[in-house]
């Protein structure tokens, strides 16, 4: 029913930023509740951010104060900007999709790495 694909990963300096992008198909964008996660070599998949379709948010302890979800329902598009990061935020970044009366994420992206250098 929706199909993800994310980027805006890539390599940054320690203390620098970056907006992840993930795009999804489909005329009912706005219905789905969205997330990211992430998973590192060695490193168990993390919920990183949540947002709902009404836009109630969710932020692990790990990432509050530098991390934001958002969505453009108009673009089918949710974002992570991503500030202040750190080495340990190395990582393969997934973007999750579910709709209501579901629980589980049922739908994923492939991935984009982000890379954090100290």
């Known amino acids: 029913q929706v199909q993800l694909e994310e980027s805006g990963g890539g390599l940054v300096q320690a203390g620098g930023s970056l907006r992840l992008s993930c795009a999804a198909s489909?005329?009912?964008?706005?219905?789905?509740?969205l997330a990211w996660f992430r998973q590192a070599p060695g490193k168990q998949r993390e919920l990183v951010a949540a947002?709902?379709?009404?836009?109630?948010?969710y932020y692990a302890d790990s990432v509050k104060g530098r991390f934001t979800i958002f969505r453009d329902n108009a673009k089918g598009t949710v974002f992570l900007q991503m500030n202040s990061l750190k080495p340990e935020d190395t990582d393969v970044h997934y973007c999750a999709a579910r709709q209501t009366p579901i629980n589980d994420y049922n739908y994923w992206g492939q991935g984009t790495q982000v890379t954090v250098s100290s």
């Open positions: 947002i709902t379709s009404t836009a109630s948010t």
């Open positions: 489909g005329r009912t964008f706005y219905s789905y509740h």
